[in-house]
């Protein structure tokens, strides 16, 4: 197993644009976690899924961005109308129920220009 | 309201001596802690927990201490190497919920 992967792993859009990522957890791992990260701050929460089930979404998470995790493997994380304010690291963990501690990806950097 | 504070930034020490990275919380809730350490183009990487019903939790070289009265952590490396240079976040829990609140972290330089 060669961890969590992401793709891509950077983005560059124009304003207005729709774009999604990816993210493969470990095959193992029944949650899998989106966060976001900007510059000189710790990852925010957005949302986790546990198997297909998305089981909480930060009230903070814009009626813009939405996940999906089919099947209770692969996620998506789609940005739709993209703003400058978007621009951040997308980080995408999974881990098992059973245990604490995430494995993380190396994420996603989008640019919204 | 940040509910999980790191205070300090950065933190530099010289190879071989202790580095102490402190972490406070405002929520009680929380009652599962843990350290991550981020490389530069990567992900963080899961360091050590602890759970509030211990006050010390030891991992080699990495010591964490929790604080529930004062709602205070903090991550002992000993002996700090170079290669512990890193970004380390604090993160905290409540039970097996799944999501974690994570600090804005501390740059450790770990001086040859």
């Known amino acids: 197993d060669t961890g969590v992967s992401q793709d891509p792993r950077h983005k560059i859009t124009k304003r207005g644009q729709n774009v999604t990522f990816r993210c493969d957890p470990i095959?193992?791992?029944?949650?899998l976690y989106w966060y976001r990260q900007t510059l000189g701050q710790g990852p925010e929460f957005l949302t986790y899924?546990?198997?297909?089930?998305?089981?909480?979404k930060s009230r903070l998470l814009s009626d813009r961005f939405s996940a999906e995790r089919p099947k209770g493997s692969f996620s998506t994380l789609e940005i739709q109308r993209t703003e400058q304010g978007d621009s951040a690291m997308y980080l995408c963990a999974s881990s098992h129920s059973s245990i604490y501690g995430y494995t993380f990806g190396s994420g996603t950097r989008l640019t919204v220009v | 309201d940040q509910q999980v504070k790191q205070n300090s930034p950065s933190l530099s020490v010289q190879e071989g001596r202790i580095s102490i990275l402190n972490c406070d919380y405002t929520?009680?809730?929380?009652?599962?802690f843990l350290w991550y350490k981020k490389y530069p183009a990567e992900g963080p990487t899961f360091l050590i927990s602890i759970s509030s019903i211990k006050d010390k939790n030891e991992d080699g070289r990495f010591t964490v201490f929790l604080n529930k009265s004062a709602k205070h952590l903090s991550l002992h490396i000993v002996p700090s190497q170079p290669g512990d240079s890193a970004v380390y976040f604090c993160?905290?829990?409540?039970?097996?919920?799944?999501?974690?609140?994570f600090g804005d972290g501390t740059t450790l330089t770990v001086k040859p």
């Open positions: 929520n009680s809730m929380f009652d599962y």
């Open positions: 899924f546990q198997n297909e089930a998305q089981l909480e």
């Open positions: 095959s193992e791992h029944n949650r």
């Open positions: 993160a905290a829990s409540r039970g097996n919920a799944g999501k974690s609140t």
